[in-house]
């Protein structure tokens, strides 16, 4: 286990330099200050709590490209508009309206302290007509929702966060009907990190509101009664198919891709 993290930091430490313009400052940063600015190769500014779980799904993102962005985006609008459900500090929602020009992003964050660096974050990158910050969750029900918050921009914040890790917060709440409304009833691209909400948002949701979704990608996680495959089934009637699996080395937890037919990613 100590070898995995001694291997883990010195990846995280290569790729402070290969895959951003202020490799040395990142660096420094660690050691140093309270919260990093990390520079990517696309343009961005990205503010994050120099924590553990504030950092690393900018690495995620950025550096191991976790979403397969270039895949993802292939053959999407030139205006797409996107929903991003657990947009943390925005790295996923800022990545695509910094690959796709026209696109625009309402992006989702149920923390209010995460929220918070969100929202510099689409500041900093004057972002603020393309990227929409939605301060809730997405669950089955409108009104409120009691969620993990550790007060530190964790990725890891949610239903599924693990005990003692933060402090119990009541949040508020919208369901996926409402995100098409917001969205004017487009959705082209739907990006999923709901920390175990994903079962309760999309098994519960209107299939006619995905009618015009071409992509999806999401991480799954273990939550009991459900299983992964009541979401393929539930894509797969509407006719988005599942074109990748990437499993995780917990039993539940992984990321999945689905795409319709005419637009499927390689």
Wanted: glycine share 10%.
């Amino acid at each position: 286990m100590r070898m995995r993290r001694i291997v883990r930091a010195g990846r995280r430490i290569r790729q402070s330099f290969t895959h951003f313009d202020n490799g040395p400052e990142l660096l420094m940063s660690t050691f140093r200050s309270t919260e990093m600015k990390f520079r990517t190769k696309t343009g961005l500014t990205m503010y994050a709590p120099n924590v553990a779980g504030a950092r690393f799904p900018i690495y995620e993102i950025n550096a191991d490209d976790v979403y397969r962005l270039g895949e993802l985006l292939d053959g999407l609008p030139a205006d797409l508009t996107a929903v991003d459900i657990g947009a943390h500090i925005g790295s996923f929602s800022s990545a695509v309206c910094a690959a796709v020009p026209g696109a625009t992003v309402h992006a989702y964050e149920a923390s209010p302290s995460t929220a918070d660096w969100l929202e510099r974050n689409v500041a900093a990158n004057d972002l603020g007509d393309r990227l929409i910050v939605h301060r809730s969750a997405v669950s089955d029900h409108e009104g409120a929702l009691e969620i993990i918050d550790n007060g530190e921009a964790s990725a890891h914040n949610g239903l599924t966060a693990p005990d003692g890790s933060g402090v119990l917060v009541s949040v508020p709440c919208v369901t996926f009907a409402d995100i098409h409304a917001a969205t004017g009833g487009r959705i082209d691209l739907l990006k999923s990190d709901a920390e175990g909400a994903e079962y309760g948002v999309i098994l519960t949701s209107n299939p006619d509101h995905w009618a015009g979704v071409q992509r999806v990608v999401m991480e799954y996680h273990p939550v009991e009664g459900y299983s992964f495959s009541e979401l393929v089934d539930f894509f797969d009637v509407l006719g988005l198919k599942l074109v990748r699996d990437e499993p995780a080395d917990r039993p539940g937890l992984g990321n999945a891709w689905f795409a319709r037919a005419t637009t499927r990613a390689a």
